[in-house]
C-alpha cells in the first residue's frame, strides 16, 4: 500500500523558514518521480516543485522560484521541501505526491498524502 506521510509545517513569521519531509513507504521510492503541491483556502491545488528519481529538480514554480528547494534522499525514502522568505500568501496545506514514472510531473491522479499545514503570519 502506498503512504506518504507529510510533516515539519506549522506558524512561522513572514521570512521566516520551515522545512517540510515526505517519508514514502509502499513502492519503491528510488524509481519514482516525486512533487510538492499546496493549496491555499479557496484556492485551487497549485504545483510546486517536481524531482525526478535521480534527485534532479525538474519543475519549480515561479512563484517559488529562489526560495523553496526540493530534495531528496533515496536512502531515506524521504522527500524535503526548504521554504526560505516565507511569505502570507504561501499560507497553505503541502503535499507530496508520488508520480507515474521516474522522469513524470505532477497530475491530477497522482497519489498524494494527507498534507501539512503551513501557516505564514505576524
Known amino acids: 500500500e502506498v503512504r506518504l506521510v507529510e510533516s515539519g509545517g506549522g506558524l512561522v513569521q513572514p521570512g521566516g523558514s520551515l522545512r517540510l519531509s515526505c517519508v514514502a513507504s509502499g513502492f519503491t521510492f528510488n524509481l519514482y518521480a516525486m512533487s510538492w503541491v499546496r493549496q491555499a483556502p479557496g484556492k485551487d491545488v497549485e504545483w510546486i516543485s517536481t524531482?525526478?528519481?535521480?534527485?534532479?529538480?525538474?519543475f519549480t514554480a515561479q512563484s517559488t522560484k529562489g526560495r523553496f528547494t526540493a530534495s531528496r534522499d533515496n536512502a531515506r525514502n524521504t522527500l524535503y521541501l526548504q521554504m526560505d522568505d516565507l511569505q502570507t500568501e504561501d499560507t497553505a496545506m503541502y503535499y507530496c505526491?508520488?508520480?507515474?514514472?521516474?522522469?513524470?510531473?505532477?497530475?491530477?491522479?497522482?497519489?498524494r498524502g494527507q498534507g501539512t499545514r503551513v501557516t505564514v503570519s505576524s
Open positions: 505526491a508520488k508520480s507515474s514514472s521516474g522522469d513524470g510531473y505532477y497530475g491530477p491522479a497522482n497519489y
Open positions: 524531482v525526478n528519481r535521480r534527485g534532479q529538480t525538474t
